[in-house]
């Protein structure tokens, strides 16, 4: 039997993660990814994924250090950067200066080394990138600032609110690993070959570049910017679904139930509303969707998915909408990461069959 697009087929055996869309079940190395995302750092949560547990504080301090070190960009990086031009897209611009990257000390035998390399550089090229653009001058990072607070950090040149923080850091933490995704499998195939962790990981940033798998929550941020205030929520909601319309952030190709990553993000968002009206418009809006699309729509199993609050928390920190994919990969990029260290663990080459169904020769 065929399965297009090798949906339902099991390619590999995993420890990373566990996605129970059935359930509603999001694990990371034997650990809730709510709870993680809550209660852990960016790095801290790197570290689980990369080594199988969380670190001591010797073992925390020292990988702090590690990705500190490697968030500054090169000479060569800023010439690369300065040489692309304006209209390149920032997935690109991340693609190309990583793949600048990929030299000699880059081979097969992948190390935490080399994975902290690829992902401390991410977000220092995002910012640069993005304030260069702008007009802007460029923002070193601060050594004082951990992972995600050194991005808000860089991208917006003052210091960042602990609530933007906490917020980002949990969306982060909840979107580096989902299970078999495009860009997962891309990352897999690639490093099957034996080729090198740079390889695989601008692989998986081709595929995730494309709008089926990281697509931007934008259409949700348009829904609440339209919706306006908590009054117009019922009236503008059931306008939409009168007319058939799709609620953005709403329904999960995975989740039959309520995506875990959106509940706790649900959660999060809650604690801040007092910090930020945007959070607190968010929660109702979702509250008044959850009754309304029982009512339209009883029995389709339509909850809200991770995209709604990301759209909510992205909004919030005024992130602009083209960075949003990239923001994306930098989380993701862990994922990855994780997923090369377990290929080359117990690797052999993964090549799929075709069938043949063309014409054959007189």
């Not at 930020?276 to 418009?281: H, K, Q, R, S, T």
Request: charge should be neutral; charged fraction near 20%; glycine fraction near 6%.
């Amino acid at each position: 039997m065929i399965k297009e697009g090798l949906d339902g087929i099991v390619t590999a055996q995993s420890t990373i993660s566990l996605v129970d869309g059935e359930k509603g079940l999001l694990v990371y190395r034997g650990h809730w990814a709510e709870e993680t995302a809550k209660t852990k750092t960016f790095e801290e949560v790197t570290y689980l994924l990369w080594n199988n547990h969380f670190p001591t504080n010797a073992q925390l301090t020292d990988f702090q250090k590690k990705m500190k070190q490697q968030r500054i960009l090169t000479p060569s990086d800023e010439t690369i950067l300065g040489s692309l031009p304006d209209s390149m897209d920032m997935m690109s611009v991340i693609r190309t200066v990583l793949s600048s990257k990929g030299n000699k000390h880059f081979n097969w035998s992948s190390t935490i080394e080399q994975g902290i390399k690829i992902t401390s550089i991410i977000p220092t090229i995002i910012a640069y990138r993005h304030r260069t653009l702008n007009g802007l001058d460029p923002v070193k990072p601060d050594p004082k600032y951990d992972h995600v607070a050194n991005y808000l950090y860089m991208l917006n040149g003052r210091e960042p609110k602990e609530s933007h923080v906490k917020a980002l850091t949990a969306y982060l933490v909840l979107t580096m690993e989902h299970g078999m995704n495009a860009s997962t499998f891309t990352a897999r195939v690639i490093s099957s070959t034996q080729s090198d962790l740079v390889s695989a990981v601008t692989g998986a940033i081709g595929a995730m570049k494309g709008p089926l798998h990281g697509g931007a929550p934008s259409g949700v941020i348009d829904l609440l910017q339209n919706i306006g205030t908590v009054e117009n929520a019922e009236n503008h909601l059931r306008h939409l679904l009168e007319k058939g319309e799709k609620l953005m952030g709403f329904g999960h190709r995975v989740y039959k139930t309520v995506d875990p990553r959106a509940r706790a993000l649900k959660e999060i968002t809650t604690d801040l509303a007092e910090d930020d009206p945007w959070f607190e418009l968010a929660n109702q809006v979702e509250r008044i969707a959850i009754k309304l699309l029982k009512e339209y729509k009883p029995g389709r199993k339509l909850h809200t998915n991770v995209e709604f609050y990301a759209a909510a928390i992205l909004k919030a920190l005024a992130l602009p909408t083209e960075l949003f994919t990239a923001i994306f990969t930098m989380s993701r990029v862990v994922g990855w990461i994780a997923n090369v260290f377990e290929q080359n663990d117990n690797n052999r080459i993964i090549r799929p069959s075709s069938l043949y169904i063309g014409p054959m020769p007189n």
